[in-house]
């Protein structure tokens, strides 16, 4: 490994929390220590930045934080530093304290901070995709996506004891503002009849027929899970319309929410976690800037920030195949 020189980080988590960021956390600390390279926390995101409010971390400032959920270190939106002033007051405290190189966990919004702040004032930056979506490209899962659709796969086989008792249709809301990663996986996973993502031109009718479809095989009670980002409708626009359609039908709606966002994260969340902050505390000390940390095939690798904004991660047709095959 050709080391480049590098004795102060920084790392904050901004944008919407994932269970495995503090896990993250835990790794760039402590790997920065074993290294000997100062860490700083910065609290709030880029919002932490612009004020200066950072702490000095070592190996016991993250001392049995391997296991919550949420940041330790706080998240937040930063309007601000959307702004030129705002950026340059962040290098200025960037300046005062030393920090040389940020560690940036966050998705989408965070990383085009990062790669804008690299590009006007050459701070080394280093991104770790936390985002329960799964929308990032560049690494097989995000940080907090298994925890994320194990919540909603519990959530739901909850809502099937309910459904099958009292002959019902549940709409199920579930996270993916742009993805239908949960959707569809949780989808597969608690066997809903219908899964509507984002990803797919659905339409009324199809839905409709799969409802009759169901109804001539004898299944009186159904889950269709709905991503958040569904381009159709709306879970209520949904149950609305499929309630005019079916006036006998008991329809019911369960939106999952922030619940899909809390909890310890899981086995997969907390190892993947700690080895992309193992790695982008490597590829700081490599040089590398500008790019994110992902688990590719089981390999750590490096992306720019630029693709990992703009690609996005593609939905498995075969799933996709499958959900439709295993509804039946």
Do not use: W
């Amino acid at each position: 490994m050709a080391e480049h020189k590098i004795k102060k980080i920084g790392v904050f988590t901004s944008g919407g929390d994932a269970p495995g960021m503090n896990a993250a956390l835990r790794a760039v600390v402590r790997t920065a220590n074993y290294f000997g390279i100062e860490c700083y926390g910065i609290r709030e995101g880029y919002n932490g930045l612009i004020t200066g409010n950072v702490t000095k971390m070592g190996p016991r400032s993250v001392s049995n934080i391997i296991n919550l959920g949420g940041t330790i270190l706080k998240s937040a939106r930063s309007e601000e530093f959307r702004t030129p002033e705002g950026r340059k007051k962040a290098y200025e405290q960037c300046k005062i304290n030393e920090i040389e190189a940020l560690v940036c966990i966050g998705g989408d919004g965070t990383f085009t901070g990062a790669k804008i702040f690299n590009e006007e004032y050459g701070v080394q930056t280093m991104g770790i995709p936390g985002t329960i979506d799964n929308d990032i490209f560049g690494t097989d899962t995000t940080i907090g996506y298994d925890t994320a659709l194990n919540t909603a796969m519990e959530a739901i086989d909850k809502i099937r004891d309910t459904a099958t008792s009292h002959n019902r249709i549940f709409f199920v809301e579930v996270m993916g503002r742009d993805a239908g990663f949960i959707a569809l996986n949780s989808g597969i996973a608690t066997g809903a009849l219908d899964i509507l993502i984002p990803e797919q031109n659905d339409s009324m009718e199809e839905l409709f027929e799969t409802f009759d479809k169901a109804g001539k095989r004898g299944k009186n009670s159904s889950i269709v899970v709905v991503a958040e980002g569904e381009k159709l409708a709306n879970v209520y626009d949904l149950a609305k319309q499929t309630k005019e359609r079916y006036p006998n039908y008991d329809i019911r709606i369960a939106i999952l929410g922030h619940i899909q966002r809390g909890g310890s994260p899981s086995c997969a969340d907390r190892v993947l976690a700690s080895r992309l902050g193992y790695g982008a505390v490597l590829g700081l000390m490599e040089g590398k800037t500008n790019v994110m940390a992902g688990m590719r095939s089981n390999e750590l690798v490096f992306t720019p920030i630029e693709e990992a904004i703009k690609k996005h991660n593609t939905i498995n047709k075969d799933l996709l195949q499958i959900s439709e095959i295993l509804a039946l």
